[in-house]
């Protein structure tokens, strides 16, 4: 799975290089994060945190751009406690290196999917005050496919939503099956935009 994701980057930057213009930028936002647990009966909820980053938007047609990011992200879910248990926490923070192909309408509007590729930054379980790590019980890289669509106004400001659906496993346990999902809002700027 590494080896065709880093292919698939390696094609993907040739083609950026070759491409009519590329613009820079930053962006940020809210992460509604948790997971899917395989034929689990936990009450888990999201873990709200936020993500922030860069990007770099490649032209490679009048319709299609590249757009591969590098952000920080955090992650992660809440199990609740019963009774006179206390709430679990349990924060995963990664480095996510997405790749999204994008489609731009000349409205401004614009719809995305690909890959993403994360490297798991931390990971601390957290009980009441007493927080433990435990990131040796985590997979140090994770594999998600995302979708979104997002608005870029003629300044270079923007806003964006996206759902990045889980692949990989993230736990070293053998089952059950733990993957990652997020929902992200946020916005964007990008310095000396190219909208068609």
Known sequence: MKKLFISAVAILSYLGINAQSTAFGLKGGLNVATVHVKNTSYNIDPRISAYAGGLAHIHLSKEFALQPELTFSGQGFKVNGTGTNADQHYNLNYLNLPVMVQYMF????????????????SAKYKVGSVETDVKDAYKTLDFDWGFGLGYLTHSGFG???RYNLGIAKINDSESPKVTNNVFQAGIFYQFHPVRH
Do not use: C, K
Not at 113 to 120: C, D, E, V, Y
């Open 106 to 121: 000349n409205s401004g509007f614009r719809i995305e999917t690909g890959p993403q590729l994360g490297a798991m930054l």
């Open 159 to 161: 806003v964006d939503a």
